[in-house]
């Protein structure tokens, strides 16, 4: 599998990308109150600008992501940590039923098969487990400078849908944040950040 975020993962943890994760951090606890007893899953773990925040938190943490070279900056963040576990790969590598906790921040429009992914979580999540999802809002392209990429953001009204469908309730599913982003050269655009929080049934 090709490492797209090999030649990105040293400089990756940057003010810009700091201030996006700590802003959906602090949106995503107006909602959700942490246990101490929780095992999370964080899908599109990157280098842990947004777990890491969570880690102190819960009891145990599962880290997945597709990029190796990401993981392995994670990987020195987490020296000498208990607890934690790390998944290179997708997220349906991971099958066991303990989870409790899921979260992911803007790595969904990475994905290429959203119902397949709501399922397996339905499947490795506890009842009532919440899972919390931050991404963009239905854009151009251009976020990626017209990239190949499997989603051009979501509508959330689609997306509740498709959380329903595979058995969570949604609980909230708002805009929260824009991001000013050069969109080609010398031109800046805005895009539209939401998060959605659900819950299994």
Known sequence: MEDKFAQ????????DKMKMTEMFVEEMFKYVTLDKNWKALEIGAGTGLVGMQVLPKVKAM?????SEAMLDVLRRKLTGTKNVEIVHGEVFEYEKKDIDFVFSCMAFH??????????????????????????LLTEDGSFHRFEPIPHKGFDTNTLSEQFRNAGF????????????????????????????IAKKK
């Open 8 to 15: 990105k993962a040293q400089d990756w943890d940057n003010p």
């Open 62 to 66: 599962v880290f997945e992501d597709t």
């Open 110 to 135: 990475h994905l290429s098969d959203i119902p397949m992914i709501l399922s397996h979580l339905a499947e490795i999540t506890k009842p009532n487990a919440t899972v919390v999802i931050g991404d």
């Open 169 to 196: 309730e949604v609980i909230t599913a708002k805009s929260y944040n824009i991001l000013h982003k050069e969109k080609i050269e010398g031109k800046f655009t805005d895009y539209t950040q939401f998060i959605l």
